[in-house]
């Protein structure tokens, strides 16, 4: 791929030989000849202007002097095009193992592959080219959009539906119970969940991440959500559209998170707690209460991020506060037994 497409490519300002070839993207320590570098940052201009890489693709404002480079106003999304475009297709074989159990009333598109022992429950939809991988497991009832990918060991429960271009990474669970008893005479008796899990158009489920089946209704993940490794998604949860879900995050029962949301690593989101639009709730924050719309909350419990930096700033002093508050008590005795202090 030449420079000058990648410019183009990316609607980005191209600086030198257009015409230089570029086949891949390298880190700066590992770039060959005809590897592009990205360059966020100024002060590793330098670094990469050093290597052997045959252009860069920096952010906007960065002067390159050394190498014909590509100057991009949102860099991260620049590289993601190119690494889209210089990916080679990956190789698909269109068929079904032999491995593979079939039930009753399987529906399959024209262009389907189901990879070694795959287990397809009686009535399952499957639309045109999707891709199923070894041992993972489909529900009976459910269904899986056009052109999703599923990885290994993947289990799906009844009666689940997948939406279109979806990614679910190996050792997902999803559709499995939620956790949820009654005491019956001092013992816990099982509440029968009978909802189910939709997942809407294009999004990725992270491997090992588990999403509960509702008690009744649905819980629901929106359309463009991206939800990260070791996350546990409870029953009856409600994700809007384009929220991010970072790793190790857990949302327990009939809790809300609004578009565009984002959940930082190890966040604690209580059951019925409700997180608004384009909220950001910081690592290992617990809200307890609703986060408004557009709110940044960090902390436990949460509280608006400048408070809870005003907070932790006194935090750090209380031992110095503590020692002059000691000082002060013995000054005050001193003066009352009538001594000079």
């Avoid at 089946?213 to 384009?242: F, M, P, S, Y």
Wanted: glycine fraction near 12%.
């Amino acid at each position: 791929m030449r420079l000058r497409e990648i410019a183009a490519l990316v609607g980005g300002e191209l600086f030198g030989d257009g015409e230089v070839e570029v086949r891949g993207v390298a880190e700066v320590h590992e770039a060959g000849p005809f590897d592009l570098v990205i360059v966020a940052e100024e002060k590793k201009l330098p670094a990469a202007e050093a290597s052997p890489a045959a252009a860069l693709l920096v952010k906007k404002g960065i002067t390159p002097l050394a190498k014909p480079a590509v100057a991009a106003s949102d860099v991260r999304l620049a590289m993601a095009l190119v690494l889209e475009a210089l990916a080679p297709p990956e190789s698909v074989r269109w068929e079904i193992h032999p491995t593979v159990v079939l039930g009753r009333d399987v529906s399959l598109g024209s262009q389907v592959s189901l990879g070694p022992y795959v287990v397809v429950g009686d009535g399952v939809s499957i639309g045109e080219r999707v891709v199923v991988h070894a041992g993972t497991v489909i529900g009976d009832g459910s269904s899986i959009g056009d052109e999703t990918l599923i990885y290994p060991r993947v289990t799906i429960y009844p009666r689940t539906v997948i939406g279109r271009r979806c990614i679910i990474h190996s050792g997902a669970v999803i559709g499995s119970d939620g956790f949820g008893y009654a005491l019956d005479a001092g013992r816990y008796r099982k509440i029968p969940h009978r909802g189910r899990v939709v997942v809407e158009d294009d999004v990725e489920i992270g491997a090992n991440t588990t999403i509960d089946r509702a008690t009744l209704g649905e819980t629901r993940i929106g359309r463009g959500t991206k939800v990260d490794n070791l996350v546990q998604i409870a029953h009856n949860v409600i994700i809007g559209q384009d929220a991010i879900i970072v790793s190790q995050v857990g949302i327990a029962g009939s809790a809300r998170v609004g578009n565009g949301a984002i959940l930082a690593g190890q966040v604690g989101v209580p059951d019925h707690v409700s997180i608004g639009e384009k909220a950001q709730v910081l690592a290992r924050a617990v809200p307890t209460k609703d986060v408004p719309p557009g709110a940044i909350v960090s902390g436990f419990p949460a509280r608006p991020h400048q408070e809870e930096l005003r907070f932790q700033a006194v935090l750090r002093r209380l031992p110095e506060l503590v020692k002059r508050l000691e000082e002060l008590e013995e000054r005050v005795s001193a003066l009352g037994r009538g001594q000079h202090p």
